[in-house]
């Protein structure tokens, strides 16, 4: 093969992936060769002309195969950016949604206005996959937080381990294997804060979701039964056991779920405010309840 300029492989990879009819095809195929060649946007940018030789073609072009038959981007470099932090993914754990950022977003917040920065607060992660919710929250939560991060997957566990040992927080972080909040029961210590972005799709439209979704990321983490909301029902049940008598609770919810989450944890008679708060979409995407 004759050798060929980043440009060009630029634009075989962008085209091969048009032809497939994938989504932000240019987009990807720059990824690709950055993966690759292990740049980021600048540098690739300013070595267009560079070549590009016959064994880094044959890496891109594997990548944008792979990609083209519908295997997800981060599964393929095993990488996801979330909140700022880098964070390693595989097939064991669902890959972290931008949307989820805000649910940290609001815990942080919220929390500050709760309790003094010097308060040790305990915070569970309850279905923590790739650890993404714990960590971050590990990374930017105050010094005497602790976390407990739950995940019925031992392979999931070790993913998230892996994370917090890769931002620095692994000593903060306990890593329970269980089912929901079976592991918080066993231990007997009561929880400042719950956090939990559940499995929330109904089971007869996990079948409707995108190729990359359904074929590849752990259907553990998608499938939330028969109307979508079998975690929230057992989550709810669940809190009294769990949460201090001062308590924070922040869910991921799916799409028309918030006003029914939101009406359970008010049922509950624990809590004297609960909100709402929308995504970027505006889709109300998070339910966060506070108990004073």
Not at 113 to 136: K, N, Q, R, Y
Request: glycine share 6%; net charge negative; hydrophobic share 40%.
């Amino acid at each position: 093969m004759s050798t060929m300029k980043i440009r060009e492989a630029l634009q075989k990879a962008s085209r091969f992936l048009q032809e497939k009819q994938i989504e932000d095809a240019l987009f990807l195929a720059e990824y690709a060769i950055r993966y690759v060649l292990g740049w980021d946007r600048t540098r690739l940018f300013s070595n267009m002309s560079q070549e590009l030789g016959d064994a880094e073609w044959e890496k891109v072009r594997e990548v944008i195969e792979r990609r083209a038959a519908g295997e997800p981007m981060q599964y393929i470099t095993g990488e996801q950016e979330f909140y700022g932090l880098d964070f390693i993914v595989n097939p064991s754990v669902l890959i972290p949604r931008p949307e989820t950022e805000l649910l940290v977003e609001e815990i942080l917040n919220q929390a500050k206005e709760l309790w003094p920065a010097s308060a040790p607060l305990l915070v569970a992660d309850i279905g923590t996959g790739s650890g993404a919710i714990a960590v971050t929250l590990a990374v930017h939560g105050n010094n005497n937080w602790t976390y407990r991060a739950v995940d019925i997957a031992q392979e999931s566990l070790n993913t998230a381990k892996r994370n917090a040992e890769r931002h620095g927080v692994a000593e903060k972080i306990a890593f329970l294997q269980g089912d929901l909040l079976a592991p918080l029961l066993d231990g007997q210590r009561k929880v400042d804060i719950l956090v939990s972005n559940p499995p929330y799709i109904p089971s007869h439209d996990v079948t409707e979701l995108d190729t990359q979704v359904k074929d590849h990321e752990p259907l553990r983490a998608l499938d939330g039964g028969e109307d979508g909301f079998d975690f929230y029902r057992r989550l709810v049940a669940g809190l009294p056991a769990v949460l201090k008598e001062k308590a924070l609770v922040g869910w991921e919810v799916g799409i028309h779920q918030a006003d029914t989450v939101c009406r359970w944890l008010e049922d509950t008679g624990l809590f004297e405010r609960v909100n709402i708060v929308k995504d970027l979409a505006g889709i109300p995407r998070h339910v966060l309840a506070v108990r004073k």
